[in-house]
């Protein structure tokens, strides 16, 4: 990894804003990331977010956290707040911007133990691939304190195979419909091209069937997305 994600965050936070993150997948065309909404606050968080940080409690462990805006605003509240990332750029920016305990650090391997585990900003996109689900899904469960929970939020993205007439376009000797090959480019550097997946809802609540933790939907967003509570 080049960590590109990461220097973006790195020149956003230093004040050096003149390019936005490129994205696509391998079902769909360039995309632009603002590099602000990686910074967002609170009132511009969709609602599943908002949701999720409304649930929060305990000591929390934000994974994936980024630039530490859902971090942030569960310090701010009095939460005891972990962060970690496997991005340098990520935490060193996570650390700029107040985030008192923030670490380089890959979810499998953590070991300490949370009331609330957040996994937000497409949750799942982490376990990269839905064979992978069930190992990702038991080391959380392994993070959990009594009457812990996980909050997690994905999308089904079947609409994203949907034709002009309704019909799908999927390969049926593809791989689940979720599993997406993620490319960003930034200042005209290509990260090195990573797994990302998108979970349905109901995929999510069997794997987590298979591995004993309950699954609840907790809000549904706008556009296919939700939010999940695994206790
Ligand atoms: C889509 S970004 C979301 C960032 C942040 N949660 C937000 O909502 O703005 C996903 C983040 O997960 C991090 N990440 C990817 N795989 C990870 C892993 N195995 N363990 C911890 N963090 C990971 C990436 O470096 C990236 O910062």
Request: aromatic share 10%.
């Amino acid at each position: 990894m080049q960590d590109i994600f990461g220097k973006a965050l790195l020149d956003y936070q230093n004040g050096n804003y003149s390019e936005d993150i490129i994205t696509a997948t391998s079902i769909s065309e360039e995309d632009v990331l603002p590099l602000p909404y990686l910074f967002r606050d609170f009132t511009e968080m969709p609602k599943i977010e908002q949701q999720a940080l409304q649930l929060a409690k305990g000591n929390v462990l934000d994974v994936g956290c980024g630039s530490g805006s859902h971090s942030l605003y569960l310090q701010e509240k009095g939460l005891y707040v972990k962060a970690i990332d496997i991005s340098e750029g990520a935490i060193e920016v996570a650390k700029e911007r107040g985030v008192l305990n923030a670490a380089v650090l890959g979810i499998l391997e953590e070991t300490e133990t949370f009331d609330t585990v957040l996994l937000l900003m497409n949750g799942t996109g982490i376990f990269q691939e839905l064979q992978q689900v069930s190992k990702y899904l038991k080391h959380l469960k392994s993070l959990l304190k009594p009457n812990g929970q996980i909050l997690i939020d994905s999308s089904d993205i079947k609409y994203m195979y949907e034709d002009e007439d309704g019909g799908f376009w999927q390969d049926m000797n593809a791989n689940y419909y979720g599993e997406l090959d993620y490319f960003i480019s930034y200042k005209g550097e290509k990260e090195v091209p990573m797994k990302w997946l998108y979970l349905d809802f109901d995929t999510l609540k069997l794997a987590c069937e298979t591995v004993g933790l309950k699954c609840k939907l907790v809000l549904e967003g706008e556009h296919f997305d939700y939010l999940a509570r695994l206790s």
